[in-house]
């Protein structure tokens, strides 16, 4: 059974602090992302990763900085917390492939509700 | 821009059958998804359509029409644990995922 596990449900940072947001698979996929989800918008993409070590900025990249150092770790952070990353935060995975008429799709973890005072 | 429109919420009766719709602006197409998400978890995959027509699993059938951009996600003998989010997806020209905002699904008895 496929699976996407993040280091915790629920967070609760102060202002300023440092936070980290981490996630593993188990399906030696490729792709890893990180979203967030907030109400009446859709999920927004931060970062990617489409092999170790390797990065790029999603839509909404500021403020938040990432980590790949093994293939099934993708880690999020948050240099300087506030409160306008108080959140929902889901990581996903996927298969890395053009092949036309194959799906690839992702795969999510449970998420970790932020909340930033 | 890159937009994907869906109703906000439905309500259905239990048993009953409901169409969820959803309408796309992108930048190039490969595909479109279609997740389920209860309340406090994870998205998970229902379907997904990259040539124009109707796919069926099961009570659950997505449907697609590349030419108007649109796409619906039909759901019979509808349960009480049907009761979720359902996000439409499109996967642009450059591999992306743009979501749309989800539909809210209330089922009633």
């Known amino acids: 059974d496929v699976k996407v596990t993040q280091s915790s449900r629920y967070l609760v940072k102060r202002t300023g602090e440092k936070v980290f947001l981490e996630c593993v698979q188990d399906?030696?996929?490729?792709?890893m992302f990180w979203y967030r989800q907030d109400p009446g918008l859709g999920l927004r993409l931060i970062y990617f990763?489409?092999?170790?070590?390797?990065?790029e900025k999603g839509d909404i990249p500021e403020g938040y900085s990432v980590s790949r150092e093994k293939k099934e770790r993708f880690s999020l952070i948050l240099e300087s917390a506030s409160t306008n990353q108080t959140s929902m935060y889901l990581c996903?995975?996927?298969?890395?492939?053009?092949?036309?008429?194959?799906?690839?799709?992702?795969?999510f973890g449970p998420g970790t509700r932020l909340t930033v005072t | 821009g890159q937009n994907i429109d869906q109703p906000t919420e439905m309500t259905a009766t239990e048993g009953a059958i409901v169409q969820i719709n959803c309408t796309y602006q992108t930048s190039g197409f490969n595909g479109l998804f279609w997740y389920q998400q209860h309340a406090g978890e994870a998205p998970t995959f229902l379907s997904y359509n990259v040539l124009d027509g109707l796919e069926e699993k099961g009570r659950f059938s997505s449907f697609l029409s590349r030419s108007k951009g649109y796409s619906y996600l039909l759901l019979k003998e509808l349960q009480m644990k049907d009761s979720a989010s359902y996000l439409c997806a499109v996967r642009d020209s450059n591999y992306q995922l743009i979501w749309g905002a989800g539909t809210k699904l209330i089922i009633k008895p």
């Open positions: 990763s489409y092999d170790v070590k390797m990065k």
């Open positions: 399906m030696d996929h490729e792709n």
């Open positions: 996903a995975s996927s298969l890395m492939g053009v092949t036309s008429g194959t799906s690839y799709e992702q795969y």
